[in-house]
C-alpha cells in the first residue's frame, strides 16, 4: 500500500492544540492496525529548538538518534509509543541551510535559486522522506503557526504543490478557534471563516475542520460553518475543552475523526479501534485512591512547557501507582538557607531539574540539602544530577568551593568537568551529546530495581560529566555510581544507598516514558514518596 498522507494547520490563534490532534488521530489509526507516525514543520529560521530558550519555546525534546526536536514530537511519542527521529521535525532553518548547502556545491547548475520551487521542492523531499522509507501507512504532518503568518507561507505553498501531486492520497485538517463572548452569551465562527478564506487564498481547501471551543457546537453551528467554508457537516469535529490531554483520542473517536479520515483517504476501517489500554489508563488517571506532592525545583517553573515531558511523567506514573501526582513548581532562584524549610513543607518528593547556566544553582542545592539531610525522596535529572554531587562534596567530602567547570573554571574541586569530547567544540547547535546510549546497572541498586535488568539505552543532552578522578572519595563516602556507559567509563547515575531513595541521572529519562511504556525510574520515585 503506497503511504497516504494528512496534513494539519492551524488558524485564528496559536497553541489550540494542533499537536493533541496529530497525536489523537494517529493513536486512533494506531489503534486500528495502521501503521502511522507524526512529523512537525517549524516555521521559525532556527535550525532547531537547541539553542532556545525554554521561556521562548518551552522544552526541547530530544530523539533516540539526538535530533533536538519541538516538544510535540514528545506528544507524538507519548500517545503513540513509537520512536521518532531527525526525520520528524523539519524547520524552515533546516530547509534554507540545505538548500544553501546545495547551492554551494553547485547542484542548482548556476540558476537562480529561489522560494519556488528551490524551497519548496525542499520542503516536499522533507515531507515525502517518511513516506518514501516504506514503513508508514499514514504520515501525519503537522504544521506550526497559524494560516496567514509570513513564515508559514512557504509550507503552505509545499503543502498545496504536494496535494497537487498526491491526488486522493491525502486530506488537510484545519484546527480554528470558536470563541465564546460572554457579554452575548455566543459562540462565534467568524474567525473560522477567515481563517479559512486565509487558506483558499493560498490554495488551500480543508476536507476536515476541528473547531476548539469552551462550550458545546450544536448541528446549526456546524451547518453554518460546513456552508461558508465548503466542507461536510461530518467534517465539521468539535474539540471542546478537557481535563487531560489523553482524553482527546476519545473524543476524537466519538466525533468519528478517524473515520471520515480514512474515507477520504479511500482506506478501510479494520474494524473498531482497539483502546483497551488506553482507556484503562483513563480510568486509573480519574480513579485514583490517594494524592502525593512532589516539589518540582527548576528555573523555569513559571512556564510549565519547558519540563513537560517531566509533567508528563508523574502523570504516567501517577496511574502507575493508583495515585494522583501533585506537582509543587518551586523557583529555585527564591530558595536559600533561610526559607528552603518553609519552601518545601509538606512535600514528599523533590526533583530538581534539568538546564544549563549558574542562574538558580544555589537554591537547587539547598533543595537537594534538605531532600538527602532529611531522608525525602529525591531525583536529579542532568543538571540536577550534577547539583546532587556538587552538593554532596561541599557537605559531606568537605570540598568547600567544589563546583561544575561550567559554573566556575578556576574552581579547586572540578567534580563536574566538560567532558573530553567537548573541549575543541566552539558551536552551540547540535554539538552536544545527544541522542541514546547504553548503561550498565549495579545489581541491587535502585536503578537496577527499577528496571529489572542489567543493561538499559537512555537519551542524553549534556556537555559536562560526573569527574572520574573523584569517584573512589565519593564512593567510600556513601554516593555511589550505579550506572556506568560501557564505552566511556561515564557515571550516568549516582545513588545514596543509606537514603530512602536518592537517585540522580546524567540521561533525561522523561524523554522515554510514554502512555504504554510509563517510565520505570519515575514508576520507583513516585512509589518512593507514596510511603
Given at each position: 500500500?503506497?503511504?497516504?498522507?494528512?496534513?494539519?494547520?492551524?488558524?485564528?490563534?496559536?497553541?489550540?492544540?494542533?499537536?493533541?490532534?496529530?497525536?489523537?488521530?494517529?493513536?486512533?489509526?494506531?489503534?486500528?492496525?495502521?501503521?502511522?507516525?507524526?512529523?512537525?514543520?517549524?516555521?521559525?529560521?532556527?535550525?532547531?529548538?537547541?539553542?532556545?530558550?525554554?521561556?521562548?519555546?518551552?522544552?526541547?525534546?530530544?530523539?533516540?538518534?539526538?535530533?533536538?526536536?519541538?516538544?510535540?514530537?514528545?506528544?507524538?511519542e507519548?500517545?503513540?509509543?513509537?520512536?521518532?527521529?531527525?526525520?520528524?521535525?523539519?524547520?524552515?532553518?533546516?530547509?534554507?541551510?540545505?538548500?544553501?548547502?546545495?547551492?554551494?556545491?553547485?547542484?542548482?547548475?548556476?540558476?537562480t535559486?529561489?522560494?519556488?520551487?528551490?524551497?519548496?521542492?525542499?520542503?516536499?523531499?522533507?515531507?515525502?522522506?517518511?513516506?518514501?522509507?516504506?514503513e508508514?501507512d499514514v504520515?501525519?504532518?503537522?504544521?506550526?503557526?497559524?494560516?496567514?503568518?509570513?513564515?508559514?507561507?512557504?509550507?503552505?505553498?509545499?503543502?498545496?504543490?504536494?496535494?497537487?501531486?498526491?491526488?486522493?492520497?491525502?486530506?488537510?485538517?484545519?484546527?480554528?478557534?470558536?470563541?465564546?463572548?460572554s457579554?452575548?452569551?455566543?459562540?462565534?465562527?467568524?474567525?473560522t471563516?477567515?481563517?479559512?478564506k486565509?487558506?483558499?487564498?493560498?490554495?488551500?481547501?480543508?476536507?476536515?475542520?476541528?473547531?476548539?471551543?469552551?462550550?458545546?457546537?450544536?448541528?446549526?453551528?456546524?451547518?453554518?460553518?460546513?456552508?461558508?467554508?465548503?466542507?461536510?457537516?461530518?467534517?465539521?469535529i468539535?474539540?471542546?475543552?478537557?481535563?487531560?490531554?489523553?482524553?482527546?483520542?476519545?473524543?476524537?473517536?466519538?466525533?468519528?475523526?478517524?473515520?471520515?479520515?480514512?474515507?477520504?483517504?479511500?482506506?478501510?476501517?479494520?474494524?473498531?479501534?482497539?483502546?483497551?489500554?488506553?482507556?484503562?489508563?483513563?480510568?486509573?488517571?480519574?480513579?485514583?485512591?490517594?494524592?502525593?506532592?512532589?516539589?518540582?525545583?527548576?528555573?523555569?517553573?513559571?512556564?510549565?512547557?519547558?519540563?513537560?515531558?517531566?509533567?508528563?511523567?508523574?502523570?504516567?506514573?501517577?496511574?502507575?501507582?493508583?495515585?494522583?501526582?501533585?506537582?509543587?513548581?518551586?523557583?529555585?532562584?527564591?530558595?536559600n538557607?533561610?526559607?528552603?524549610?518553609?519552601?518545601?513543607?509538606?512535600?514528599?518528593g523533590?526533583?530538581?531539574?534539568?538546564?544549563?547556566?549558574?542562574?538558580?544553582?544555589?537554591?537547587?542545592?539547598?533543595?537537594?540539602?534538605?531532600?538527602?539531610?532529611?531522608?525525602?525522596?529525591?531525583?536529579?535529572?542532568?543538571?540536577?544530577?550534577?547539583?546532587?554531587?556538587?552538593?554532596?562534596?561541599?557537605?559531606?567530602?568537605?570540598?568547600?568551593?567544589?563546583?561544575?567547570?561550567?559554573?566556575?573554571?578556576?574552581?579547586?574541586?572540578?567534580?563536574?568537568?566538560?567532558?573530553?569530547?567537548?573541549?575543541?567544540?566552539?558551536?552551540?547547535?547540535?554539538?552536544?551529546?545527544?541522542?541514546?546510549?547504553?548503561?550498565?546497572?549495579?545489581?541491587?541498586?535502585?536503578?537496577?530495581?527499577?528496571?529489572?535488568?542489567?543493561?538499559?539505552?537512555?537519551?542524553?543532552?549534556?556537555?559536562?560529566?560526573?569527574?572520574?578522578?573523584?569517584?573512589?572519595?565519593?564512593?567510600?563516602?556513601?554516593m555511589?555510581?550505579?550506572?556506568?556507559?560501557?564505552?566511556?567509563?561515564l557515571?550516568?547515575?549516582?545513588?545514596?544507598?543509606?537514603?530512602?531513595?536518592?537517585?540522580?541521572?546524567?540521561?533525561?529519562?522523561?524523554?522515554?516514558?510514554?502512555?504504554?511504556?510509563?517510565?520505570?525510574?519515575?514508576?520507583?520515585?513516585?512509589?518512593?514518596?507514596?510511603?
Amino acid at each position: 500500500m503506497s503511504t497516504k498522507y494528512v496534513f494539519v494547520t492551524g488558524g485564528v490563534a496559536s497553541s489550540l492544540g494542533k499537536g493533541i490532534i496529530a497525536s489523537s488521530l494517529a493513536k486512533l489509526l494506531q489503534a486500528r492496525g495502521y501503521r502511522v507516525t507524526n512529523q512537525k514543520l517549524d516555521p521559525y529560521i532556527n535550525v532547531d529548538p537547541g539553542t532556545l530558550n525554554p521561556y521562548e519555546h518551552g522544552e526541547c525534546y530530544v530523539t533516540n538518534d539526538g535530533a533536538e526536536t519541538d516538544l510535540d514530537l514528545g506528544h507524538y511519542e507519548r500517545f503513540t509509543g513509537c520512536p521518532t527521529s531527525q526525520a520528524n521535525n523539519i524547520t524552515t532553518g533546516r530547509i534554507y541551510q540545505n538548500v544553501i548547502t546545495k547551492e554551494r556545491h553547485g547542484d542548482y547548475l548556476g540558476k537562480t535559486v529561489q522560494i519556488v520551487p528551490h524551497i519548496t521542492d525542499e520542503i516536499k523531499r522533507n515531507i515525502k522522506l517518511l513516506g518514501n522509507s516504506g514503513e508508514y501507512d499514514v504520515v501525519i504532518t503537522e504544521i506550526g503557526g497559524t494560516a496567514g503568518d509570513i513564515e508559514s507561507l512557504p509550507f503552505l505553498e509545499a503543502v498545496r504543490q504536494l496535494r497537487w501531486d498526491l491526488g486522493e492520497k491525502s486530506v488537510l485538517i484545519h484546527l480554528t478557534l470558536v470563541p465564546f463572548l460572554s457579554a452575548t452569551g455566543e459562540l462565534k465562527t467568524k474567525p473560522t471563516q477567515h481563517s479559512v478564506k486565509n487558506l483558499l487564498e493560498i490554495g488551500l481547501q480543508p476536507d476536515i475542520l476541528v473547531l476548539r471551543t469552551e462550550h458545546e457546537i450544536n448541528n446549526d453551528i456546524r451547518r453554518k460553518v460546513a456552508l461558508f467554508c465548503n466542507v461536510e457537516p461530518k467534517a465539521v469535529i468539535e474539540s471542546r475543552d478537557v481535563s487531560t490531554i489523553y482524553e482527546v483520542p476519545m473524543r476524537m473517536e466519538i466525533e468519528k475523526l478517524d473515520e471520515i479520515v480514512l474515507s477520504k483517504l479511500d482506506l478501510p476501517l479494520n474494524g473498531e479501534p482497539d483502546l483497551d489500554l488506553w482507556k484503562n489508563f483513563l480510568y486509573k488517571l480519574n480513579h485514583y485512591s490517594q494524592e502525593v506532592e512532589i516539589g518540582l525545583v527548576g528555573k523555569y517553573v513559571e512556564l510549565h512547557d519547558a519540563y513537560k515531558s517531566i509533567a508528563e511523567s508523574f502523570i504516567h506514573a501517577g496511574a502507575v501507582n493508583d495515585c494522583k501526582v501533585k506537582i509543587r513548581w518551586i523557583h529555585s532562584e527564591k530558595i536559600n538557607a533561610e526559607n528552603v524549610e518553609e519552601t518545601l513543607a509538606g512535600v514528599k518528593g523533590i526533583l530538581v531539574a534539568p538546564g544549563f547556566g549558574h542562574r538558580g544553582i544555589e537554591g537547587k542545592l539547598k533543595a537537594i540539602e534538605y531532600a538527602r539531610t532529611n531522608n525525602i525522596p529525591f531525583f536529579g535529572v542532568c543538571l540536577g544530577m550534577q547539583m546532587a554531587v556538587i552538593e554532596f562534596a561541599r557537605n559531606v567530602l568537605n570540598m568547600t568551593d567544589a563546583n561544575s567547570t561550567e559554573m566556575d573554571s578556576a574552581t579547586p574541586y572540578p567534580v563536574i568537568d566538560l567532558m573530553d569530547s567537548q573541549k575543541s567544540v566552539t558551536d552551540k547547535g547540535g554539538t552536544m551529546r545527544l541522542g541514546a546510549y547504553k548503561c550498565e546497572l549495579k545489581e541491587g541498586s535502585k536503578a537496577y530495581e527499577a528496571y529489572g535488568r542489567k543493561e538499559i539505552e537512555e537519551r542524553h543532552r549534556h556537555r559536562y560529566e560526573f569527574n572520574n578522578s573523584y569517584r573512589e572519595v565519593f564512593e567510600k563516602a556513601g554516593m555511589i555510581a550505579t550506572g556506568i556507559n560501557p564505552d566511556l567509563n561515564l557515571v550516568e547515575i549516582i545513588e545514596i544507598p543509606n537514603h530512602k531513595w536518592f537517585l540522580g541521572t546524567q540521561f533525561h529519562p522523561e524523554y522515554k516514558s510514554t502512555v504504554s511504556n510509563p517510565h520505570p525510574l519515575f514508576v520507583s520515585f513516585v512509589k518512593a514518596c507514596l510511603k
